[in-house]
């Protein structure tokens, strides 16, 4: 792996060809944030060229947003400078050739694809207060041309896909004259089809001379897209790569050596080739239908994890939540054996899962506190602690702090304290929903591993996923939602990523 250095001063810009303007160059030296007494950037020296394409990975609460929200001036950063085609700034945000697509993408989803293309700004005006509709329409329609998005400038964003409404948010950025844009983490809830037509309009955008700086946590994005990856590690830049110089094994390593040295060098997790087949069991779909599932028959047996994927709208998510019992079937029925207990993670757990005010410690082991009651029912407060405290670790929960405030948590971090609440359960059926979500690729792999243990310790375990690499991670069959029933299950050695992805 060919590392440069780490301000990078030298950083080729990449071809301008076709680009009437190319980006102004910004430079990033010594910034330090600290919020309240706790300093979460140290010292961020960072050059990027007009033009360049950065892919800025690196663990849940490394201090990705928060670099990108000091840049659009959400933020005040603590010390340190920023300078944009060489003049000294406050910050990059409030000007039209700077774009940021933060993770909330600040649509309307009442309003139509055209008026929120015009948000903020003043109406077209063709004579005094007639507004001038038509051109408002051309210039929507323009600026979806700039991503490749066929849809009606009339269409309700609320009616969009999620991969729409991202690329509707890039087009209003471009539509405003930017040049450069920042994307943080747009992908990572996306399907893979969403998250291919974004990748393209930016690489497109880039073409054109645009500088584009994209969080991610998706190897396969980072290689295909980027020409050059920063890897941003508890508050401070500790690589700084061209992407040509990288392959998947070396990024792998790049992320998880640095942390946890016992899931590095083995590369990407390996399915553990048999977990205990043919055990009891313990959860059955009989011909179960709601909203656009139309008869699904599906067993889970003890030791055994089943994988389902699907496109959106398939009601993938809902197979979840029937699984658990938040939903019920409108005919068919669930059986989970005699005494089993299901415990979910759902797939929204930034929105679904947490206490925003309570600890982390709370938030973990508020579904379990029988576990810690002595005989006299007394809280065994001690081992509570101890429990919560072995939990953060393992998920490398940051901060390390049991007694932090869930709200103040990076998306990331707040993802594993929700996955972590399920496992302190300890139920016999786990119902798993895109477990990986938004989690680091450190993360990703002790999430697979724990799934190996679950089934070796007799669990049975259902995971729900549009990310085929978790299937093919950790799964014993596989099998996609169609048309709202299920494809005949297959095994992992039976089909490919490409072969999966295809469908959804
Ligand atoms: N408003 C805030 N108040 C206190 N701490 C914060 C705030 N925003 C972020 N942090 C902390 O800063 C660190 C970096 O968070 P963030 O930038 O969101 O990480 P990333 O985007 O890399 O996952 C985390 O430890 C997080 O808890
Ligand atoms: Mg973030």
């Given at each position: ?106 649509l ?35 600026c ?43 992908t ?5 089809a ?5 990748l ?15 969080v ?9 897209a ?15 790569s ?5 392959d998947r ?27 205990t ?22 067993s889970?047996?003890?030791?055994e ?24 079937p409108?005919?068919?029925?669930v ?30 082991t ?23 405290k ?21 998306g ?42 679950l ?8 995971v729900?996923?549009?990310?085929s ?5 950790v ?30």
């Amino acid at each position: 792996m060919e590392g440069i250095a780490a301000d990078s001063r030298n950083a080729a810009p990449v071809a301008t060809t076709g680009a009437d303007t190319v980006a102004k160059e910004i430079v990033i030296s010594s910034l330090r944030k600290s919020f309240g007494g706790n300093e979460v950037l140290h010292g961020i020296d960072l050059t990027i060229a007009g033009g360049d394409f950065v892919g800025l990975m690196g663990p849940n609460g490394a201090g990705k947003s928060t670099l990108i929200k000091i840049l659009d001036g959400v933020y005040e950063r603590s010390s340190g400078e920023v300078r944009y085609g060489g003049e000294p700034v406050a910050s990059l945000g409030g000007r039209p050739e700077v774009g940021f697509i933060h993770q909330d993408l600040g649509l309307v989803d009442e309003l139509s694809i055209s008026d929120n293309l015009r948000l903020g700004e003043p109406p077209l005006r063709r004579l005094g207060p007639i507004v001038d509709r038509r051109r408002e329409r051309a210039d929507a329609a323009r600026c979806l041309a700039e991503v490749n998005l066929d849809l009606p400038v009339d269409a309700l964003v609320g009616a969009l896909s999620p991969g729409e409404k991202t690329l509707v948010a890039i087009a209003r950025a471009l539509g405003r004259g930017a040049e450069v844009l920042f994307v943080d983490e747009a992908t990572s809830t996306l399907p893979p089809a969403d998250s291919r037509r974004l990748l393209t309009a930016l690489k497109e955008t880039a073409g054109k001379g645009a500088t584009v700086i994209m969080v991610s946590h998706k190897l396969s994005e980072i290689l295909d897209a980027t020409h050059r990856v920063v890897l941003l590690l508890d508050g401070r830049i500790v690589e700084d790569s061209l992407a040509a110089s990288l392959d998947r094994h070396a990024l792998v390593s790049m992320l998880v050596a640095r942390e946890k040295s016992e899931t590095a060098g083995a590369g990407l997790h390996e399915r553990t080739a048999a977990h205990t087949i043919g055990g009891e069991e313990l959860l059955r779909f009989e011909d179960i239908h709601r909203g656009p599932v139309r008869g699904i028959d599906l067993s889970v047996r003890a030791g055994e994890v089943v994988g389902l994927t699907g496109l959106p709208g398939s009601g993938l998510h809902d197979l979840a939540h029937l699984a658990h019992g938040t939903l019920r079937p409108t005919a068919g029925k669930v059986v989970r054996r005699d005494g089993a207990r299901s415990a979910l993670v759902p797939p929204h757990r930034e929105t679904e899962g947490g206490f925003a005010e309570q600890s982390v410690l709370e938030n973990l082991t508020i579904s379990s506190l029988e576990r810690w009651r002595s005989p006299l029912r007394l809280l065994r407060g001690g081992k509570e602690r101890d429990d919560a405290k072995e939990m953060v670790e393992r998920l490398s929960v940051k901060p390390a702090d049991p007694q932090a405030i869930f709200g103040t948590l990076s998306g990331g971090n707040k993802q594993k304290v929700v996955f972590g609440r399920v496992l302190m359960s300890r139920p016999s059926i786990y119902v798993l929903s895109e477990p990986t979500r938004g989690v680091d690729v450190g993360t990703r792999l002790e999430i697979y591993n724990l799934i190996d243990e679950l089934a070796a310790a007799g669990a049975a375990v259902l995971v729900v996923s549009s990310d085929s690499e978790d299937l093919f991670a950790v799964c014993d069959r596989i099998a996609v939602v169609t048309d709202g029933r299920l494809s005949a299950f297959l095994t992992a050695d039976e089909t490919n990523p490409q072969e999966l992805e295809a469908f959804i």
